[in-house]
């Protein structure tokens, strides 16, 4: 397949837009009772779809950010960064009461902890005109708890001939959903994590995770973080080791990762070629603040 194929054409984005609040040199977690000072902050825009919007955009692919925004002041403020990124932004839905979600993300010995607060409802306005438009080829949806929402997503894009991704991203309240491969039926790529592999499958390792998975979904794609990545298609297994650098922050790795892989493929790569793309990509997010900083310092 070459790029110019149908599959070669933009990709929807579709999640909530997060304000990531990034606390980082900590010499410890917090606890309850007392205070604990970082000696770096970062406020940015986050979430999925927009971090993985991103990441395609700067890697030439036309990328629309599908996803409903706020008009306060929170939002505002971040609008412009948002404008620097590249990204599409018609079909951005603007409504007073859309957030953003706001999460704090506290980064410690090369992991991170989250803490959100859900932010209105995930659908947007032009939900159906996007997949319609000239020139989409393909939709990310960046989070379960937006399909959860929206079961109707995936039908809607392979009626309008669109090949779909999903990360599931971890919600603790949604993990579990015994509905959970049914509602995702349809999905070309899955793009999960080791943690979110395990709890899906109810297997302890890996390889015994994606053994399950692959029944479910025709491609795979395993992130392993520091550890690398595996992907499974079919009877094909593939496994890659991510480089040893000097990790800043992992915040939004997984979702540059994806934007790698779904660049890849979308242009019609061997396998592991995309997987290959996919893990220089996380490896080149870990090296900066926040889900979009490796992007500034590239610029």
């Known amino acids: 397949m070459t790029s110019s194929s149908p599959?070669?054409?933009?990709?929807?984005?579709?999640g909530r837009i997060y304000c990531d609040m990034v606390f980082r040199g900590l010499d410890g977690m917090p606890a309850l009772g007392r205070e604990l000072f970082a000696r770096d902050f970062a406020l940015t825009p986050g979430g999925g779809a927009l971090i993985t919007a991103a990441h395609l955009s700067a890697l030439g692919r036309h990328s629309?950010?599908?996803?409903?925004?706020?008009?306060?002041?929170?939002?505002?403020?971040?609008?412009?960064?948002?404008?620097?990124?590249?990204?599409?932004?018609?079909?951005?839905?603007?409504?007073?009461?859309?957030?953003?979600?706001?999460?704090?993300?506290m980064v410690h010995n090369g992991d991170r902890a989250f803490l959100s607060r859900r932010a209105g409802h995930a659908r947007p306005a032009g939900f159906e005109?996007?997949?319609?438009?000239?020139?989409?080829?393909?939709?990310?949806?960046?989070e379960y708890a937006t399909l959860h929402e929206m079961p109707d997503a995936i039908a809607s894009a392979k009626k309008e001939g669109l090949t779909v991704s999903l990360d599931p991203s971890w919600d603790a309240d949604l993990i579990h959903?015994?509905?959970?491969?049914?509602?995702?039926?349809?999905?070309d790529l899955f793009l999960p994590n080791v943690e979110e592999a395990e709890a899906l499958t109810g297997e302890a390792e890996p390889e015994a995770a994606?053994?399950?998975?692959?029944r479910h979904f025709p491609i795979v794609v395993l992130k392993r973080g520091a550890e690398g990545a595996m992907l499974a298609s079919g009877s094909k297994t593939i496994a890659l080791p991510s480089p040893k650098v000097s990790v800043v922050d992992t915040t939004g790795a997984g979702d540059a990762f994806n934007a790698g892989f779904i660049h890849d493929w979308l242009n019609g790569s061997e396998l592991s070629t995309a997987l290959a793309a996919a893990v220089g990509a996380g490896t080149r997010s870990v090296q900066a603040s926040g889900g979009t900083g490796s992007l500034r310092l590239s610029v």
């Open 64 to 105: 629309m950010l599908l996803a409903r925004f706020g008009t306060d002041a929170l939002s505002l403020a971040l609008s412009e960064q948002i404008d620097q990124l590249g990204i599409d932004l018609t079909f951005l839905d603007r409504h007073e009461s859309a957030g953003p979600q706001l999460t704090v993300v």
């Open 7 to 14: 599959r070669a054409g933009a990709v929807l984005n579709l």
């Open 210 to 214: 994606l053994a399950v998975l692959r």
């Open 177 to 187: 959903d015994p509905l959970f491969f049914q509602r995702a039926a349809g999905v």
């Open 129 to 142: 005109a996007a997949l319609a438009h000239s020139g989409v080829s393909h939709l990310h949806i960046a």
